[in-house]
């Protein structure tokens, strides 16, 4: 069974300082990953989603930046934080093939004071 | 303009009733899902949807790619089936699926 696990769970962190979120997928080799954003009572916006190692494609940037440095890890980060930046962020993964459902982990909820 | 377009923003059910959400999309869908996302945040995969309808329990969804709308039947409210539910669009072109703004609903005994 594949598993989806998402760190910190949760960051209060101060305007101006880095982040940085991690993904990190068992179980599934070569899986589609995302990165959305959702502000409180909002919408999921998509971030970045990547199809292979190394290779990140940008949606909406906001000020972040995304890495696959391995086959079953995504990174999330910025080197200055900003008040927008708070909400909550989740990874995904797709399965692949005829059925491409999407698979959320618990998600990193981010406060930016 | 919003591509997924979700109705009603807000839905207040009494326990045993019926109801149906719905969304509208003005870009070229291939493949529709739905989530129920809980008051922790945490996001129910509920339906993966090709053009066609697909039931699971009190739950029940179409996709009609044609007319460009994908709808979800509620049977019978629950208590737990309060949350907020979304739906997400995927396209040929496009490889991370479009959301919706979330439908909140609320069952009330």
């Known amino acids: 069974a594949q598993t989806i696990h998402q760190w910190p769970v949760a960051e209060i962190k101060a305007v101006g300082s880095p982040l940085s979120l991690g993904c990190t997928i068992k179980?599934?080799?070569?899986?589609?990953l995302y990165w959305y954003w959702q502000a409180t009572g909002g919408t999921l916006q998509q971030l970045f989603y990547?199809?292979?190692?190394?290779?990140v494609e940008s949606v909406v940037q906001l000020n972040l930046s995304a890495s696959r440095p391995k086959d079953d890890q995504f990174i999330l980060s910025t080197e200055k934080l900003l008040l927008s930046h708070s909400g909550f962020y989740l990874c995904?993964?797709?399965?692949?093939?005829?059925?491409?459902?999407?698979?959320f982990g618990a998600g990193t909820r981010l406060s930016v004071l | 303009g919003d591509q997924v377009k979700q109705s009603p923003s807000a839905l207040s059910l009494q326990e045993g009733t019926n109801s149906a959400l719905r969304c509208n999309f003005s870009?070229?869908?291939?493949?529709v899902q739905w989530f129920l996302q809980n008051p922790r945040g945490s996001l129910m995969n509920l339906f993966y949807?090709?053009?066609g309808t697909k039931e699971n329990g009190r739950l029940k969804s179409t996709f009609n790619s044609k007319e460009s709308y994908s709808t979800l039947h509620i049977r019978d409210a629950q208590l737990e089936d309060s949350g907020t539910y979304f739906c997400?669009?995927?396209?040929?072109?496009?490889?991370?699926?479009?959301f919706g703004a979330g439908t909140k609903l609320t069952v009330k005994p």
């Open positions: 995904a993964w797709m399965r692949g093939g005829s059925q491409n459902t999407l698979y």
């Open positions: 179980g599934k080799s070569s899986p589609n």
């Open positions: 990547s199809i292979t190692v190394g290779q």
């Open positions: 870009i070229a869908t291939t493949t």
């Open positions: 949807l090709v053009p």
């Open positions: 997400a669009a995927e396209a040929d072109n496009n490889n991370a699926p479009r």
